[in-house]
């Protein structure tokens, strides 16, 4: 079923992926034919210059979509903006694209298993409704997620530390000192976690993450959570290993 991957570039009409509904898993989402597209007051301006060429325009667009499941029938609020471009059809020149920023409910983002700690599968949550407006936030949602199960796990979060004058006082752990605490005991589930956590800090650090990068850390973040409370994913273990080489989703030059 097509999920919120479908979206992390623009889309065009002749070609939507009908996403899956966020609520009922079963029927799929249509309505697209109906949203609303307005052309913004700068994009009207421009259709007076001399120059002026069909790929100036743009504008925003805003709808809800519809759940073709008759038990469900759920609406689903869109927003996001469009442009004309190049068309991915050799035989079109242009085609109106269209960029999706937001959906309610958010559309699926990754499975969450049944026993996840409740502050973890709500930054999970909050993540996937971040995702297409600001990757970067959604990033770092999942590594707050990855500190909640951590906390949840029992890890430690502090450690007793000396002042020069010989008192003592709490330090906090850093995420990956607590990821390294994991680790003696869950080794699998700490190389999963700190590919997400390197990628939460590429968020945190404002370095412009795509929707599909943050997707990466997304799955990683599930195949941590199904090793936990499911199974394994040899896989994915194969992209972590990368990312942990590479200190991020990026490999630096």
Sequence with gaps: MV????????????????????????GFLSGEDKLDKVETARSVSWRKEEAWEP???????????????????????????WCVGDSRDPYQQYAERLTLRFFHPPLQFIRIPEKTPDETARAIRDASSLLLANPSAAANRLRQGIEALLTAKKVKRFTIATRRNGSTFRDRLTLHARIEILRKSEKDVADLLEAVKWIGNDGSHESGLTAREVLVGARIMEAALYRLFESRDPEMERIVRKIIKNKGIRKRT
């Design 3 to 26: 999920g919120v991957e479908a979206f992390t570039d623009w889309v065009e009409f002749e070609t939507w992926p009908a996403p899956g509904c966020p609520t009922c898993g079963a």
């Design 55 to 81: 790929d100036w325009i743009h504008g925003v667009l805003s709808g809800h979509l519809t759940c073709n499941n008759e038990r469900c029938g759920e609406f689903v609020v869109v927003g996001g903006t």
